[in-house]
C-alpha cells in the first residue's frame, strides 16, 4: 500500500485491509441486483516488491528459471548521475521522480521501475508475462467482473536497445530529476501495447459471447490525441471500448472560454476514427476539482456539457455536489507529494462527503479518515443536504442524467450552433425525436446570443422550450417548461440552458 493500491503484492486476491474475496462476490452480486456495473481498476504495468514474482526473479540465478526475466534487469552500478554519463543502464527518470532504476544488492543487478521503486516494472516483451496477466483476467471475468480500466498500459514497453533519452521541449522549465524535463520516446507508447490491448479485446469479447453480457475495456493514457486514438484499435485489431479522453482535464482552465471548450470538443471528435463512441473526463483523482480548478459558478455548466455531449460521460465522485480541493497538508499522504509538495494530489482526494455527521459521515469510527475533510460538509456541501436543496448541483446533476436518456441524447448527431468568445452552444437530434439546443458561457462577461443564426438551422418558429438550466441563481427570466425566441438569450457566465423544440418532418417533393 505504497502506493494506495497500486503496488500491488497479489492480483488474484484483495488486501485484508479492505475485506476479501467473499466480501468481494458480494459486492459483486449486489451491484448486480441493482443492476449496476463493476468496472475492476487493472494495473499491468508492475507489481509490489512484495510480489512472489519480484521475489523469485530477484533471488534467481539461472536464465532458464521460468521467473529469471519477468522484470526488467541490467547490469549497473549503484550510481545517482543524470544525463549521458549515468551509471545506470541509461538516463531515464521514473514519472515519480529520480532514476527509473534501482539496484538489488540480493541480484547484484538494477531493475526498472517507471513509478516508485517499490513497483519493479514486469518484463511485457516475455510471453510468461503475457499469459499470466491473460489468466489474471480470466480470473476476475469469471468472478463476474463487467470490465477494467487498464491503467497506464502506455508505459508497458520501453526501447529494448535501453538509448538514452533527451530533453524535452519544456525541460528548461524543470530539474532534471523531474519526469516532465525527458522526451519520454524511448519508455511510453512503444507500438507493441496495441498487440497487448488487442489480444485483451479479444478475451473479453470471448467472456462476452459465452455469457451473453457485454464486458468492457477502457484504457488510460495521458498523451497527444493522435496517440490516444490508436488505443481504439490499432494495426487493424479491436482495442479498447474507450480510451480516457482527458482533453478537459488538462485543457479547461480558467481562462478556457467558449471557443477553448469547442476546440476540445473539436479536437477529440474530429480525431475519433469512424464508428467509435466519444468520452468526456472533467476530472479525476490526479487533478484539482473542478471549483478549485475553474471556479464554483461554473461546476454545474461543466456537469451540464458532460452529461449532453455525444458518449460516455466520466464523473469523479464529488463532482456532482461541488466538492472542492482541501488545503495542502504539512505532511503528504500522496508519494509523489512526498517528493514534490508542492504538486501533491492529497488535496481533490478527499473523502466523500455524505452528510453533515462526524467525517461527513464517511466514517463512523472516532479516528480522523486519512486525509482531512473540507469544512464545507457542514454548511450544506453535502449529498444528504444537497438531496433537500431543490436547485443544488446534485439535483440539477440527477435532472441532466434523467435527460440524457432521450433518444435524441443517447443516439443523436451532434451539431455546433453558435460559437464564440464566451458561448460554447451545439444541438442533439434524432430523426423523429425532439431537438435539444445546449447553450453555455463559459466567458467572463454576460452574452447576449441570436441562436437562429448559428450554424444550424433550428426550430422554423425560432422559438424553443426551457427544459433546464443550470439553476445557479442567475438571469431567472428563463425558465422550465416557458417557449422563448431564441434570437435574444442572454446568458451569463456558468450559465447554462437546454431548449427543446418537436421534430419537423422534411416534405419531400
Not at 373 to 379: A, G, H, I, M, T
Not at 458 to 471: I, M, P, Q, Y
Request: aromatic content about 14%; glycine content about 6%; proline content about 5%.
Amino acid at each position: 500500500m505504497k502506493d494506495f493500491g497500486y503496488d500491488i503484492s497479489d492480483f488474484e486476491d484483495i488486501d485484508p485491509l479492505f475485506g476479501n474475496m467473499s466480501d468481494f462476490e458480494s459486492l459483486v452480486e449486489k451491484m448486480h441486483s441493482e443492476d449496476l456495473k463493476l468496472i475492476m481498476d487493472f494495473i499491468p504495468n508492475h507489481s509490489s516488491d512484495q510480489h512472489i514474482w519480484f521475489q523469485l526473479s530477484q533471488n534467481s540465478t539461472d536464465p532458464t528459471d521460468r521467473y529469471y526475466n519477468y522484470y526488467i534487469w541490467r547490469d549497473c552500478v549503484n550510481g545517482t548521475i543524470y544525463g549521458n554519463a549515468s551509471e545506470y543502464p541509461t538516463n531515464w527518470v521514473s514519472v515519480f521522480g529520480g532514476p527509473m532504476w534501482e539496484y538489488s544488492p540480493i541480484r547484484r543487478q538494477c531493475y526498472l521501475h517507471q513509478f516508485l521503486k517499490s513497483q519493479p516494472d514486469l518484463d511485457w516483451r516475455n510471453p510468461y508475462v503475457q499469459e499470466e496477466f491473460e489468466n489474471i483476467i480470466r480470473f476476475w471475468l469469471d468472478k463476474g467482473v463487467d470490465g477494467f480500466r487498464m491503467d497506464a498500459i502506455k508505459h508497458l514497453f520501453e526501447d529494448y536497445n535501453y538509448r538514452n533519452e533527451s530533453e524535452s521541449k519544456d525541460g528548461a522549465n524543470y530539474t532534471q530529476d523531474a519526469y516532465e524535463y525527458w522526451h519520454h520516446n524511448y519508455t511510453s507508447s512503444l507500438p507493441e501495447v496495441h498487440d497487448i490491448v488487442a489480444r485483451w479485446a479479444t478475451i473479453l469479447d470471448e467472456k462476452s459471447k459465452e455469457t451473453n453480457q457485454y464486458r468492457f475495456m477502457v484504457t488510460e493514457v495521458y498523451d497527444s490525441t493522435e496517440e490516444v486514438m490508436k488505443y481504439y484499435g490499432a494495426n487493424g485489431c479491436k482495442g479498447a471500448d474507450i480510451p480516457f479522453n482527458f482533453g478537459f482535464v488538462q485543457k479547461l482552465k480558467k481562462d478556457c472560454n467558449g471557443l477553448c471548450v469547442h476546440d476540445i470538443v473539436d479536437d477529440w471528435m474530429s480525431h475519433m476514427p469512424e464508428g467509435k463512441s466519444a468520452n468526456w473526463v472533467t476530472g479525476n483523482h490526479d487533478n484539482s476539482r473542478i471549483a478549485s480548478k475553474i471556479g464554483e459558478n461554473f461546476v454545474n455548466a461543466i456537469n451540464m456539457l458532460l452529461l449532453l455531449l455525444p458518449g460516455t460521460p466520466t464523473t469523479y465522485y464529488g463532482e456532482e455536489i461541488g466538492m472542492q480541493d482541501i488545503p495542502r497538508q504539512n505532511v503528504s499522504q500522496d508519494p509523489f507529494g512526498l517528493k514534490f509538495p508542492d504538486r501533491s494530489r492529497d488535496p481533490e482526494r478527499s473523502p466523500m462527503q455524505w452528510s453533515n455527521a462526524t467525517h461527513a459521515g464517511f466514517s463512523n469510527t472516532s479516528s480522523a479518515p486519512w486525509l482531512p475533510l473540507n469544512d464545507d460538509f457542514k454548511q450544506g456541501r453535502n449529498v444528504e443536504d444537497a438531496l433537500k436543496q431543490a436547485d443544488s448541483p446534485l439535483n440539477l446533476y440527477k435532472s441532466l442524467a434523467k435527460l440524457r436518456q432521450e433518444p435524441s441524447f443517447q443516439y443523436g448527431m451532434m451539431h455546433y450552433s453558435v460559437v464564440n468568445e464566451n458561448v460554447f452552444s451545439f444541438v442533439r437530434e434524432w430523426d423523429g425525436q425532439p431537438r435539444y439546443l445546449v447553450a453555455l458561457n463559459f466567458g467572463k462577461d454576460n452574452s447576449t446570443v441570436d441562436f437562429t443564426t448559428g450554424n444550424y438551422t433550428l426550430s422554423s418558429s425560432g422559438t424553443g422550450e426551457v427544459v433546464e438550466t443550470t439553476r445557479n441563481g442567475l438571469d431567472v427570466s428563463l425558465k422550465t417548461e416557458e417557449t422563448v425566441p431564441l434570437n435574444s438569450i442572454m446568458l451569463e457566465p456558468g450559465q447554462g440552458v437546454v431548449f427543446r423544440w418537436s421534430y419537423e418532418p422534411v416534405e419531400l417533393i
